[in-house]
């Protein structure tokens, strides 16, 4: 009973979250709403016994990416509203039809497949954490270590991307001045 | 009132549903990106709760592996969409246009 109340009102609220997300023409609102629906999707790893991903998705999300989305805002024109597209009738149907055939297929696949096993399955007496971490340095410690080699990747990428020339703004400057400042750079390159 | 696994798996569904609505409906990048995050979560509801459901961790493990994926996609998209602004003065997909044969 406690289980199906939680359940209803966390999908309620993550789905008028993420639909406030998609809807709305201002772009704090739709940054604001995004962060609440990641925290409310969180309380449903903790009604699923995932206790570690519910924190982790707290963490990154709401703490990583979000504060990320949040600085990177500052460099775009936010108070502008964010304009509408009305694109192709026909890749808009054709896209609806593949979301119907995607909603049968999800909820078909686990009624047809009733005699699958669990591969990994839940170590008992034993927190969620510490399966977690059992699991993830014997069996997916590869995965792990690649997955830790991109982060660094996408790190070094943003430095290297928003971090050029953060004191001269290239939008305010003519073409001429912006074509001055590639041949310096050039020339530094050359030299 | 069990709340079984379908009625994750329908969550999950109107979430991508949702997620998708933004996808093609919006123009500004910025907006795409957030459109991309509620896709990227609805799939790992979607499998928390076959993890739970069925037993097994290995569910867990795709999830976490996919919000790995997602922070590094946003610390590289969000890289390259400053040095556009910076560029060019908008985020709208439509002035894109410059590798169009």
Same mark, same amino acid.
């Given at each position: 009973?406690?289980?199906?109340?939680?359940?209803?009102?966390?999908?309620?609220? $993550?789905?008028?979250?993420?639909?406030?997300?998609?809807?709305?023409?201002?772009?704090?609102?739709?940054?604001?709403?995004?962060?609440?629906?990641?925290?409310?999707?969180?309380?449903?790893?903790?009604?699923?016994?995932?206790?570690? =991903?519910?924190?982790?998705?707290?963490?990154?999300?709401?703490?990583?990416?979000?504060?990320?989305?949040?600085?990177?805002?500052?460099?775009?024109? $936010?108070?502008?509203?964010?304009?509408?597209?009305?694109?192709?009738?026909? &890749?808009?149907?054709?896209?609806?039809?593949?979301?119907?055939?995607?909603? *049968?297929?999800?909820?078909?696949?686990?009624? *047809?497949?009733?005699?699958?096993?669990?591969?990994?399955?839940?170590?008992?007496?034993?927190?969620?954490?510490?399966? *977690?971490?059992?699991?993830?340095?014997?069996?997916?410690?590869?995965?792990?270590?690649?997955?830790?080699?991109?982060?660094?990747?996408?790190? &070094?990428?943003? &430095?290297? =991307?928003?971090?050029?020339?953060?004191?001269?703004?290239? $939008?305010?400057?003519?073409?001429?001045?912006?074509?001055?400042?590639?041949?310096?750079?050039?020339?530094? *390159?050359?030299? | 009132?069990?709340?079984?696994?379908?009625?994750?798996?329908?969550? /999950?569904?109107?979430?991508?549903?949702? %997620?998708?609505?933004?996808?093609?409906?919006?123009?500004?990048?910025?907006?795409?990106?957030?459109?991309?995050?509620?896709?990227?979560?609805?799939?790992?509801?979607?499998?928390?709760?076959?993890?739970?459901?069925? %037993?097994?961790?290995?569910?867990?493990?795709?999830?976490?592996?996919?919000?790995?994926?997602?922070? /590094?996609?946003?610390?590289?998209?969000?890289?390259?969409?400053?040095?556009?602004?910076?560029?060019?003065?908008?985020?709208?997909?439509?002035?894109?246009?410059?590798?169009? %044969?």
């Amino acid at each position: 009973m406690f289980e199906a109340v939680a359940f209803y009102l966390f999908a309620f609220l $993550t789905i008028a979250m993420f639909f406030i997300t998609v809807t709305t023409s201002q772009a704090l609102y739709a940054l604001t709403a995004l962060a609440a629906g990641m925290i409310f999707i969180s309380a449903f790893f903790f009604i699923l016994g995932a206790d570690f =991903l519910g924190a982790v998705q707290i963490v990154v999300y709401s703490g990583a990416v979000m504060a990320l989305y949040a600085f990177g805002m500052m460099f775009f024109d $936010t108070t502008r509203d964010v304009k509408e597209k009305h694109g192709n009738k026909l &890749i808009v149907s054709g896209l609806s039809i593949l979301v119907a055939v995607l909603v *049968v297929v999800i909820i078909a696949a686990p009624i *047809v497949s009733t005699n699958m096993s669990a591969s990994y399955p839940m170590t008992e007496g034993v927190g969620n954490t510490q399966e *977690v971490g059992m699991v993830l340095f014997t069996k997916y410690l590869v995965p792990f270590e690649v997955a830790a080699v991109m982060l660094l990747v996408a790190m &070094i990428a943003g &430095i290297v =991307l928003a971090g050029k020339k953060m004191d001269l703004s290239l $939008t305010l400057m003519s073409d001429d001045d912006v074509r001055q400042v590639k041949e310096e750079e050039n020339k530094k *390159v050359l030299s | 009132m069990e709340i079984t696994l379908n009625h994750y798996l329908v969550l /999950s569904t109107i979430l991508f549903a949702i %997620g998708l609505v933004g996808v093609m409906r919006r123009k500004n990048l910025l907006m795409l990106f957030f459109a991309t995050e509620i896709l990227l979560n609805s799939v790992n509801i979607a499998f928390a709760a076959i993890s739970h459901f069925y %037993g097994d961790l290995t569910g867990q493990m795709f999830a976490f592996f996919v919000i790995a994926i997602a922070a /590094s996609e946003v610390a590289v998209g969000l890289g390259l969409l400053i040095v556009w602004h910076k560029r060019h003065g908008n985020i709208d997909l439509d002035t894109m246009s410059t590798m169009r %044969g």
